[in-house]
């Protein structure tokens, strides 16, 4: 009984053993970099510094291996890769490892990845987003290499923001890139338009107060008005549904802080924007004021001018003219008990004045209309 006891309680040890993990499931390299980023890479890199790297070279040339710094697994050959993933590079011969680095081989500094660290046996590096591809034995300095690893980047749902927004955003299809780049680029459009309109207005605004190089002109004044009200409108409407596209995003993306980032920018461009179309607005409303009431000081003043003028002139015409009427008919009794004063003699003066004043009326109307008797009132 005691034999059989002893082999139970072996048996069950064997089977627990059996039955435990060995080792921590390997992160796929292919996974993107939002994913990756959740493997640390000191967990493994003792694991690639001991690993066989070499096991499998033959022949006299050397190779480029590598070992993923997250999970020590090699890689050689051909291999797609996501942007962020650090490998630990290594130079290999038919005699084994190739070391020191630094003097035996050196890597050649390159776009599509970055230099974190080094040791004697070798650089660790890691992919940058967009490297697209990198043939690391043409990297290779000091020695001859024949052959080795090249990495590619998968094509994959996702886009790089183009409104201040660093990283990439991923989507889940192609149907959605399609998407936020249509709708990136009306929101994008729309800001262009209401920038531009916002400067026009602004330079016709100096033109009205005699700060600006050009001419005021109404019409122009008016059509820009026009021009940025309907590019105002064309940002609300465009950023309202960009934002609502990246509400969907934040919510399913594998990247969700890129698609916050992107809600952010958008909100502070919009509001921007719009800030600057309203000050634009409220500066010329406040010079076409300023301008409205000059003008219209200057008309009052010039027309009190020309009344006294007319007052002035129109009393010594109108009392020296009935004075020598008179004074012709005194004369005229003396010789002639027949002659009388014409009244109508009178009629004269007064009746050119006043036709004079409707003259200058009925012209202020006609080329004018009533407007002006506004401004000047």
């Given amino acids: 009984m005691t034999g059989r006891r002893f082999f139970a309680v ?30 640390t890479d000191s967990t493994v890199a003792s ?51 190739v070391t020191p680095y630094g003097d035996a081989w050196e890597l050649q500094s390159s776009d599509g990845f970055e230099v974190l660290s080094a040791s004697d046996r070798g650089p660790r590096v890691r992919l ?23 990495v590619s980047e998968p094509v994959a749902n996702a886009v790089n923001p183009a409104i201040g927004v660093d990283g990439r955003l991923y989507v889940s299809s192609a149907a959605s890139v399609d998407e936020y ?13 209401t920038t531009s309109a916002t400067t026009a207005l602004a330079e016709t605004t100096a033109a009205l107060n005699g700060s600006g190089s050009g001419e005021f002109n109404a019409t122009t004044a008016n059509r820009t ?20 596209f990246l509400f969907g995003v934040a919510r399913d993306s594998q990247t969700p802080g890129v698609a916050v980032d992107a809600l952010d920018a958008v909100e502070a461009s ?26 219209a000081s200057t008309i009052r003043n010039n027309l009190f001018v020309a009344i006294g003028l007319g007052v002035v002139l129109g009393g010594l015409a109108g009392g020296a003219l009935p004075y020598l009427v008179a004074n012709r008919t005194i004369g005229r009794k003396r010789i002639d008990s027949t002659a009388d004063y014409n009244r109508y003699a009178l ?5 050119g004045g006043i036709a004079l004043v409707c003259a200058t009326v009925l012209g202020v109307v006609v080329t004018t209309g009533f407007s002006l008797f506004g401004v000047i009132l």
């Avoid at 009629?347 to 009746?351: D, Q």
Wanted: glycine share 8%.
């Fill in 47 to 97: 694991t690639s510094d001991t690993a066989a790297v070499c096991d499998g070279v033959s022949g006299s040339g050397n190779v480029v291996v590598a070992t993923l710094a997250s999970t020590g697994e090699r890689v050689t050959g051909s291999e797609r890769l996501y942007a962020n993933v650090t490998l630990d590079l290594r130079l290999c011969s038919s005699q084994g490892l």
């Fill in 181 to 193: 780049r249509s709708l990136e680029g009306a929101f994008v459009g729309a800001s262009n338009r």
């Fill in 128 to 150: 940058e987003p967009g490297y697209g591809t990198v043939e690391f034995p043409s990297k290779i300095r000091m020695k001859q290499v024949d052959s080795g690893l090249t």
């Fill in 270 to 295: 919009e509001t921007a924007q719009r800030e600057e179309a309203n000050e634009a607005v409220a500066a010329y409303d406040a010079a076409l004021d300023a301008r409205e009431r000059s003008l």
């Fill in 347 to 351: 009629w004269v003066p007064v009746g």
């Fill in 10 to 39: 072996v048996l069950a040890v064997a089977v627990l053993a059996g039955t435990m993990p060995g080792a921590v499931a390997a992160v796929d390299a292919s996974t993107p970099d939002s994913m990756a980023a959740s493997t």
């Fill in 225 to 244: 008005l026009e021009r940025l009200d309907a590019s105002v409108a064309e940002l609300n409407a465009s950023a309202s549904s960009f934002r609502t």
